[in-house]
């Protein structure tokens, strides 16, 4: 079992810029994938980042790429996701998974260990 916690959340205002982490309770180059995924009020759950720890291979969604930056400070097995100019679409609750099994790498099905979530609130 992989406990994935994640931390950083909050409220910011339009334009800021936010970074949030995750830290996993095993080696995080166990993993294959870990990332993030986030659910917009009233919207399906959807990927933001992931990468590969072994590999670095990071992907983004599209709608995100240039605003969001994925990466992972192995001493302390956390990913963390750095996310700038904020807007208010993007509130929503954020969540680290890992280890992905299949298919897409950004779509959340496709992730067994998940964490509970934080909440990022962007707002004037």
């Known amino acids: 079992q992989v406990e994935l916690v994640e931390s950083g959340g909050g409220s910011v205002q339009p334009g800021g810029t936010l970074r949030m982490s995750c830290r996993a309770s095993?080696?995080?180059?166990?993993?294959?994938?870990i990332g993030w995924f986030r659910q917009r009020p009233g919207k399906e759950r959807e990927g933001v980042a992931v990468?590969?720890?072994?590999?670095?291979?990071?992907r983004y969604a599209d709608s995100l790429k240039g605003r969001v930056r994925v990466f992972i400070e192995d001493a302390n097995d956390t990913v963390y996701l750095e996310m700038k100019n904020l807007e208010p679409d993007d509130t929503a609750t954020y969540y680290c998974?890992?280890?992905?099994?299949?298919?897409?790498?950004?779509?959340?099905?496709?992730?067994?260990?998940w964490g509970q979530g934080i909440q990022l609130n962007v707002s004037a």
């Open positions: 998974a890992a280890e992905w099994h299949t298919g897409n790498v950004l779509i959340p099905r496709y992730y067994k260990y």
């Open positions: 095993i080696n995080i180059y166990h993993t294959n994938y």
């Open positions: 990468i590969s720890p072994v590999g670095g291979v990071t």
